[in-house]
């Protein structure tokens, strides 16, 4: 059977049914002209945004791909390197097309998701999940039939097929750094506008928040989509690229044992991934009066479910060893583990926030020392998830008897663990839906009933956006051990001795890249936060009718300034991602190189834990008084948890979710540029 | 020759030294009896502390001494059970000794210091760090005696001499869990106290700090003894202790180069840096008008230059090859280099504290995104200078063509760094002294121009606090290298390969205990704090004439219950120090947990100069806007100031520290119990 046909097959139809489903709405109401209008902005600001952004990573892009076919060609090899930097290009230009739609998508679902909630939460629950489902199913369909199209060609060509993992490995690593930028600068951008918008509006101006008077408003809104959408969305589409070619490099691995299948598997099993995730959406749709997390659950358990059933019937087909089932079962596991996980440490009726919360009262110091110990503690359980998942993958692969089986099954757990991907971005993409419903239902000064509702489904959103952070995290982490063993394979190399001083430097260096990258992912925040205050402050003063409600802000001129001092500020911890790795390799050669990878993803691993949970804990430490516990809104309590939240945006929004990307990037860097470290 | 005899009649001299200078400085002036009076409280409760902690930590040390025989006995080995427990205790009792000796002095030198101050700043600066430099010189003579006993005891029971050095790792490991709970307890204990009287005592009551009406003020004092004392003298000891070890096991290896000379190398340079440790201190006289970090500045070059030239005659001598005594001075340039690293991230006039005060102006968010932000920065130049210190002095010794001449490098580098610790002990213990010294002659009511003296003298203090912290962590940096090697050889593997799951696992674990020791730790100061509020309200209320002035508080009373807050906080994180290593040992084996210890190591490093530093420069942004500078005391910036350094207090005298003892915990503890692992 051509099993790659049946990977791109089966990605084409779920590209129509994505497509089928965005027809459906678009056929949506757009609700009254007032929602319309501020719906009408923030689309026009993101897409000011991100084509200033895309601007600038193309730049970079055609920079890296030339950079690339140089490298190669004076290295020897002219060919791979024309072969090696249009995959490159093409990785990079699927990812970006990844953001983009996820993006478009969600800019038009959020006017009918509020238009819809006039009908009931059911309704606008359904819009906005559709809404998100469309970009997850597209964004991970895209990404194999990319794959599938590279294989296709070079079958054509007539390369053996044993050949082109390694001929591909460039398309990974160009989504990985369009990701990595596009996370970068959109978590930048998101947080800035944020927390500019906060604290020149609430604190200077005493307006409340999305206050259509405060000209910082719009870049706010759009900041969650370019954060959440378009970021998120390019980095799982690059972690599902990623962790395909990994994985089939292991295929190559293992040849001699599973023949072509083992190469292919890992295609085929994301494809019926899909599938699954299409049934699982449908059983999502809300009941009268149902919460919306439990619809959205339900839609989970279906897809998990039925990817279960899927992972048996392609594991007996393809590789004829039920122990690889067991294996996908062990990812399938841990993904569910990781979801409680977060649930735990980020949600307020459990021990942590709570004690957040109580140290609150004695006053802003407490409250940081508290969310920090939270955050640092959240490790362990997560590291004993991820330890008892490659532990137990790698046993049942390696009682299978077959050569390598272990790391196979390390890397079939991998595969369990993002079987679901395509619905878990589907939630993640519903937060910042329902977060713009909420704010133009704000904006546009809707009735109360509908505000509640969209309250409702804001609120969801916020939890399945923490939960998509703990599940890209744990995929990351498992994927990277993958990962390593593709680039151990890419490299000719056969161990990686941290009793070497070259190795132990190079490990030394990649913890710390990480720890100078976050250092400044968080400093970017509050430098590109200046630009927008200084802006808001200047239009107040140019306008003094705006504050009076008798002249209109100019939102755009905020939301291009704002775009600017993001994207400047991404340049340098974007560049340090990439120089690094590369100066190390280069001079340290390839196994020093493995050691900066794989002790720079552990750091990665805890630092983006610390980052989302010590994150999310505050902010709902601060939900949690403001909805009337320890003195409610307003008590010092309150003042000291409000801190707390701002400190956690930059780490749970900015830096958290960029070290996802980089601890990726670092595994396709190292597998794209293997040979020059050898 | 018989060079450790010379190792052991130096030690003795060193001691003979040190108690010379002890007499002197119980010969100065106790000065008025109002500060005996004070003195005498600080005294007795300091007493108190130690008495308390000690039985705990004794407690501990007997069972761990027990369960070490039972181990090694049940594995095969009963002399080698008693041999290695023995060590044990050895080491644990000489490493609390150390600490009580450090704090004796230092209990005694205080008030001589501020008695020394009513005649002028040299020679309260002499009497201070001659208290110091008794500590000093007592803490690093006894680590050296320590092993040359065992040395000598079992070269006269007839054992060859290159089996030795795999007999005593029990003293290291012994120093090192003593060590451990010693910093811990106290780190834990200084803060609690010093956040619990300024909370309850400045915000809650409105009394000055220092105020005699407060009942914790004696704690706080007593604080600065405990921590920094008796805390980093086990710490230094612990040090010198398990990388003489660390080095001779090397020397063993490289046996059929060097002879028994290579053995022995590290006990006489050893010997050679207390020598030019005393030259250094009477060159550290202050002149008349002479700024105190100039005067000890003076003193540290001059110990360095003679350490220097001791390094290159003795290198002639032993090893009779020069290119290990450049790899020597690679370790000396380090821990100057890390005396600049620390002041550049620490101290006002530079960058980084400036940007973090500047940040205090738009809040407390801000404050502590900046001050993290730089933390982490901070991790960059640090590891930067250890990476080209191993690879430079490996580089040396490998040129040396002496097999496996390349670890010896680095350990000759560790050694070289290690040469100065006689004298940076001098100058960390000389911290508390003035602290001390201040708060006797706050408390005393003691005339303003002895204030100003002391105040002077403080401020020195807490540079030098700063600077011992950077020397320790650069220490343990490349001292872990070596004692990586250590393992090894004991363990016997050859390699540590982090493509294999289980080390990768390891690896992972390692890093994670990190995280969640740096959690626990500098939870427990909030938790210990609640111990001595509590007290301090009811002692308010019990007894109203304390604050109408004509009541005393009960100091004691206070000081009891924070030390038992302290001590009971300390348990959980000490016991996941050594239960967590054990356990993985155990289950998955010699070569993951050197996984554990060697990544375990890094993110030691890392997350110890980020505490640190950060921790130090949020100290000295609060005290730059105290200056007078962004609005001074009272402002709103100076109030987001003050929480930054609350918050900065757990992370650089409780975590920080005992991060230096875990690193070097984890390298004794899997030394001495390798045979378990095998």
Known sequence: MQYNLLAFSISIISLIFAWVLARWILRQDLGPKSMQEVAQVIRTGAKAFLKRQYK????????????????????GDWLLGWQTSSAFLFGAASSAIAGVVAMTMSVRSNIRAAAAAQSGLPSALKVAFRGGAVSGIIIVAMSLLGISILFLIYEWLGYEIIKIPSLIVGYGFGASLVALFAQLGGGIYTKAADVGADLVGKVEAGIPEDDPRNPAVIADLVGDNVGDCAGRGADLFESTAAENIGAMILGVALYPVFGIKGVLFPLVLRAFGLIATMFGLFAANAKENEEPMSALNRGYWVTSILATVAFYVVTEQMLGNVLFFWAGVVGILT????????????????????EIAEASQTGHATNIISG?????????????TISAALLGSYWLGNQSGVEHGGLYGTAVATMGMLATAAYVLAMDVFGPITDNAGGIVEMSKAPENIRKITDKLDSAGNTTKALTKGYAIGSAALAAFLLFSAYLEEAHITMVDLAKVEVFVGALIGATLVFLFSSLAIRAVGKAAYYIINDVRAQFKEKPGIMKGTDKPDYARAVDITTRGALK?????????????IVVGMWLKAEAEAGLLMVGTIAGILMATLMNNGGGAWDNAKKYIEEGHL???????????????????????TAGPSLHVLIKLLSTLTLALAVLFI
């Open 56 to 75: 600038t990573i193309s730049f970079i892009s055609i920079l890296l791909a030339f950079g690339l076919l140089l490298v190669y060609g004076f290295t």
């Open 335 to 354: 993904s569910v583990v990781f979801v409680y996980i977060t649930q735990y440490y980020t949600e307020a009726r459990y021990r942590p926030v709570k």
């Open 372 to 384: 920090y110990a939270v955050g640092l503690e959240s490790t362990g359980l997560t590291v004993v």
């Open 569 to 581: 500020q991404m340049i340098l911890p974007g560049a340090l991602a990439v120089v690094v790795p």
């Open 631 to 653: 003195g409610g809104k307003g008590s010092d309590a309150h003042k000291a948890a409000v801190t707390g939240d701002t400190v956690g945006d930059p780490f749970k929004d």
